[in-house]
């Protein structure tokens, strides 16, 4: 496979071999950095930590820039909130191609403001700009910034063994938003408006920043991730990979949103490993359990018990629904990129 031929994240080896021995120079400040699994970087400035974390936000097809908007601060404000941590403070680059309408242009920066102010973030910097190399409006970068005491930081490698696993939302929630628009007449005709209208919503559910700064606010949580690339499969992985321990995963005690599973059966796609942006996953004490998924149920936010971490890192695996058990690993492909150039084409060929 040449680079051409990659969608998405780079490679676990490439990260590991290639990227992590490039990171500059070293510094003691530095209390959590580039890691598998690691949603955002750790610093730490005099008695106080800095919680930094980016992200690139492309426009989906079939949605509203106002929807593009939304994503690009919902998105890094997540990967702030899963250490626990409010996220304050932004910036990003709003890279446009010549010829970009003024009302497209004012209409991605209105929104971003209209998401940070409901988040209460600060955007205090970026960069914007016309660019011939591209061919619709990008942001090549949203740095979402948050501060607190260093205690009060979730560790993203703090899963222990003993701990439960718990998950919101279900799996698939981003793949189901963004595909639904791609096969809005599909899924209509398989499975009628209601099923069809529900999935549509999920794109207002690719977040997980009430979900993890309400789960952090009990003070019982060990660990937390937002299941992105790769699935709910890909970010189980990554919290035991980061924590060196092991899980035991049931899938039949996950939440099963019947526009998630239908949305997934017309595409054929495995909803357990298309990108689940917007699907917290988290640890927390057995004795804590339901006061977690009482106080998530308080904002309206479903979450159920899918398993619990053990000390044997090298076991590491998930019963499906159907009996059979699998070893938890990295999707080799997120199926949400075939579907999702497929639904694209089939627009392209329609117009």
């Keep these: 496979m040449t680079s051409r031929d990659r969608v998405g994240k780079i490679d676990l080896r490439t990260f590991e071999s290639f990227l992590m021995p490039r990171l500059g120079v070293t510094s003691d400040r530095v209390r959590i950095g580039p890691r598998t699994g690691i949603d955002a970087a750790v610093f730490d400035v005099g008695d106080r930590s ?16 106002e929807t593009f908007g939304w994503f690009t601060i919902h998105i890094g404000a997540s990967d702030v909130a899963v250490l626990g941590v409010r996220p304050e403070l932004a910036t990003y680059s709003l890279l446009m191609p010549p010829g970009t309408p003024e009302e497209d242009f004012e209409v991605i920066v209105e929104s971003i403001h209209r998401a940070a102010v409901e988040l209460d973030i600060t955007i205090v910097g970026g960069h914007t700009g016309y660019y011939p190399v591209l061919t619709v409006p990008i942001i090549g970068g949203i740095t979402v910034m948050g501060i607190a005491a260093p205690e009060e930081v979730v560790s993203p490698a703090g899963a222990r063994p003993g ?4 998950m919101t939302k279900g799996p698939a929630i981003e793949a189901v938003g963004l595909l639904a628009t791609l096969y809005e007449d599909e899924l209509r005709q398989a499975h ?19 979900d993890a700064l309400m789960a952090a606010q009990t003070g019982a949580v060990t660990a937390m991730h937002d299941a992105t690339e790769g699935g709910v499969l890909g970010g ?85 629904r159907d009996g059979t058990v699998e070893e938890l690993a990295v999707p080799g492909e997120d199926p949400f990129w075939p579907a999702f150039f497929a639904g694209v084409e089939k627009l392209q060929e329609g117009a």
């Design 50 to 65: 800095v919680v930094i974390a980016e992200d690139p936000i492309f426009p989906a097809v079939g949605l509203p820039l």
């Design 192 to 210: 009628g408006d209601s099923v069809t209208e529900a999935a549509l919503a999920r794109c207002r559910q690719i977040t997980v920043v009430e």
């Design 236 to 320: 189980l992985w990554e919290m035991a990979e980061a924590a060196g321990v092991g899980m035991e995963i049931d899938a039949a005690a996950m939440l099963w949103p019947e526009d998630v599973e239908a949305l997934c059966a017309t595409l054929s796609i495995d909803p357990l490993a298309a990108i689940a942006e917007g699907t917290l996953l988290l640890t927390v004490p057995e004795a804590d359990v339901a006061a977690v998924i009482g106080a998530l149920a308080g904002k309206g936010i479903p979450c159920t018990q899918i398993g619990r971490v053990i000390p044997e890192a090298g076991h590491r695996v998930i019963t499906r």
């Design 163 to 166: 701990d439960a696993v718990l």
